[in-house]
């Protein structure tokens, strides 16, 4: 049993990895007041320009270190961008949050096929080489712990890890945090502090789309290799995963867990006895339905940030 | 503004910004959009195939729209098809009966199961308050996830893996006078139970108590709770409808338009019924005629992807941007506002 568990880890951990990121960033967005249920087409953008400029930069770079990351950096400013759109949408024009949030979700994921199927033919783009696991010197050899977590590790997981630390200061400790709090809170509140609440819902929302294309492209060039149209319907976990982490970094952090986790062990159940004799289509709604209990557990005492999803209008009190 | 102004100067802005798209990547948007056009109505046979394709998503559309109505937002009617597919695509394989008693049979095996799979998000909702477009996902997923597992678990196809075993003519919507009478098209009875769904809907929604009631709880949940209405009941029995109007959908797709159901897939007619049903303005006429405007574009795209060398996909990037259009609507509101008070100013000065 113990075997199995070291040897799932590092598994769950590069699966959890691009959720908690995407989680991450509609954090921002979330407590700002934007609900961004754009959140799987916005990793779809990222996926797919992190893919395509990764491949352009490999023929003639092949095997530089740097030219993954500028692929990270590429994707987290594309799916920025495109945010953008949603932000308009639902800050500006006061349009239905959901329903923008959908039309980026059916934007992403046909203008990307459309565009790559313009560029390969058949829609998909690979990569050559992605990022090379390796064990954290010193650390991996601590006993229990560097096995689970500082083996077979990927220098995303660092890079994000780190993200989720200062994000988590800058939410809390910082003035910007409070006020990007408060106008998720009570804007008009905000506003009267002197607090421009358009503003700060437009950087919510331009750092979740960045974090989303961070996530995407950290599918890409970890485990999947290919840029193929879809990101599996993670971005909807990801959104599912804020929810049950209850608005909070370290929430979040344990929901994204508990969901990489548990899609590892139904996609490796086959292959391990103990787990086999359990049909696998239980392991594989297992994390949706206990979202939804989980849902119905918080229903009483949620923490959803008070003026979420709602329009921002100056004038009504 | 009139809504139906709006729909279409968001569809026109959807093709402007797909013209804008097809120059971009160096094919000739007017050739393309005729072959588009042509690809779906040039003969009766293609004209058959465009209202086969619109047959679901009519459905899909006004299921999101019948919520919508209630101020529910049922982003799972793609789960609710699946599930409504599913049932009756599972009658028909296992019963042997006469075609009059089985095709009914099938249609409210397929209701039956979609609205089960709505109702649970809508209790969810009632009871405690969790909100629908969450929830809805989740069924999503379990929905994939089910029928991936069951479907090869008792209903393997004979060769393919992914898809259930074909369903036997006497068991499928197609009807030979119909496809003869559209020279081969996969036409079916989908299409008419569609048709009889919009006017069901429409009657239920603008004449009846029932629809005045759930309308009222959409409009203001708390001022139809005081005037008596039971909120709680009607949010979960327009998440049944709604559910039972998406599982009809997944009946038309998978025992008319096609004779089995495939795994590892979410029917993307679900998703697309949000668009449906936004375009259509979520009235019944409209999101029929949404709906058949999305199936030309749908069903024309094989032909002008190979006639030209555009992309299929330009069709469902149309529709998304349409979508957003649609969305956005008020910044031609807001723009056409402006342009009026400069007139009225300008007038103003002249005099």
């Not at chain 2, 899909?60 to 793609?78: D, P």
């Not at chain 2, 709505?118 to 929905?143: C, D, Q």
Request: charged residues 10%; glycine residues 10%.
């Amino acid at each position: 049993m113990w075997t199995t568990i070291e040897q799932i880890f590092p598994y769950a951990i590069v699966f959890t990895i691009p959720l908690l990121i995407t989680a991450l960033g509609a954090l921002f967005s979330e407590r700002s007041g934007v609900v961004n249920i754009g959140l799987d087409g916005l990793m779809i953008v990222g996926s797919f320009i992190g893919a395509f400029v990764v491949s352009k930069l490999q023929e003639q770079y092949l095997g530089s270190w740097w030219v993954l990351w500028v692929g990270l950096l590429a994707a987290a400013a594309a799916s920025a961008l495109f945010s953008l759109l949603h932000a308009f949408a639902s800050i500006n024009l006061n349009a239905n949050q959901i329903i923008s949030g959908t039309a980026i979700n059916m934007i992403a994921g046909a203008l990307t096929i459309f565009l790559a199927r313009n560029i390969t033919g058949s829609g998909n783009i690979r990569v050559t080489s992605g990022f090379k696991s390796f064990d954290f010197p010193v650390l991996s050899k601590i006993p229990v712990i560097g096995d689970l977590f500082f083996t077979r590790m990927y220098p995303t997981t660092l890079f994000i890890i780190a993200l989720l630390l200062i994000s988590t200061f800058m939410l809390y400790k910082t003035p910007f945090g409070l006020r990007l709090r408060s106008c998720g809170e009570h804007p008009h509140a905000a506003e009267a502090a002197g607090i421009r609440v358009r503003r700060v819902r437009y950087v919510g929302v331009l750092i979740s789309g960045a974090f989303s294309g961070l996530g995407g492209a950290a599918i890409l060039l970890t485990y999947s290799g290919e840029f193929n149209g879809n990101v599996a319907g993670l971005g909807f976990l990801a959104l599912a995963s804020l929810i049950f982490g209850q608005w909070k970094p370290l929430g979040i952090l344990a929901a994204t867990f508990f969901f990489g986790f548990a899609s590892t062990i139904a996609n490796v159940s086959q292959v391990i006895p103990s787990l086999a004799v359990i049909p696998p289509v239980l392991l594989k709604i297992f994390p949706y339905v206990v979202t939804l209990i989980a849902l119905v557990i918080f229903s009483k005492s949620s923490h959803a940030p008070r003026a979420v999803g709602e329009p921002f209008d100056s004038g009504k009190r | 503004m009139n809504n139906s102004v709006k729909s279409l100067l968001a569809v026109l802005f959807g093709l402007l910004a797909g013209a804008v798209l097809m120059m971009l990547t160096g094919h000739n948007p007017i050739e393309g959009y005729q072959y588009l056009v042509q690809g779906g109505l040039k003969n009766p046979e293609r004209i058959g195939n465009t209202l086969a394709t619109a047959t679901p998503l009519i459905l899909t559309g006004l299921s999101v729209a019948f919520a919508f109505r209630t101020g529910l937002f049922n982003i799972g009617a793609a789960g609710q098809m699946l599930v409504g597919g599913f049932c009756a695509t599972a009658v028909g394989l296992s019963l042997d009966l006469p075609r009059g008693m089985l095709l009914p049979l099938m249609v409210l095996a397929g209701f039956i199961g979609g609205a089960l799979w709505a109702v649970v998000p809508g209790f969810l909702k009632a009871r405690y308050n969790v909100h629908e477009v969450v929830s809805t996902i989740m069924m999503n997923w379990i929905a994939y996830w089910t029928v991936y597992y069951v479907i090869p678990a008792y209903f393997k196809g004979d060769s393919v893996e992914t898809e259930s075993r074909q369903l036997p003519a006497n068991a499928m919507l197609r009807e030979s006078w119909l496809s003869d009478m559209f020279q081969g098209s996969y036409i079916n009875l989908g299409f008419f139970i569609a048709v009889l769904t919009v006017i069901i809907v429409a009657f239920l929604i603008n004449k009846t108590t029932l629809g005045y009631e759930l309308k009222a709880v959409g409009f203001n949940r708390h001022a139809s709770e005081y005037a008596g209405i039971g909120v709680n009941r009607s949010i979960v029995l327009s998440m049944f409808i709604a559910g039972g109007i998406a599982g009809l959908a997944g009946v038309a797709q998978y025992t008319g338009n096609a004779s089995s159901i495939q795994i590892g897939i979410l029917p993307s007619q679900g998703f697309d019924g949000i668009a449906v049903a936004l375009l259509g303005a979520n009235a019944p006429l409209g999101v029929l005629a949404s709906a058949l405007f999305f199936g030309l574009l749908y069903s024309g795209r094989g032909f002008m992807n190979a006639m030209t060398d555009i992309p299929p996909e330009i069709a469902d990037t149309i529709i998304a941007i349409i979508i957003y259009f649609a969305a956005t609507s008020i910044l031609i509101e807001r723009l056409i506002r402006k342009l009026r008070l400069r007139r009225s100013a300008n007038k103003k000065q002249e005099d």
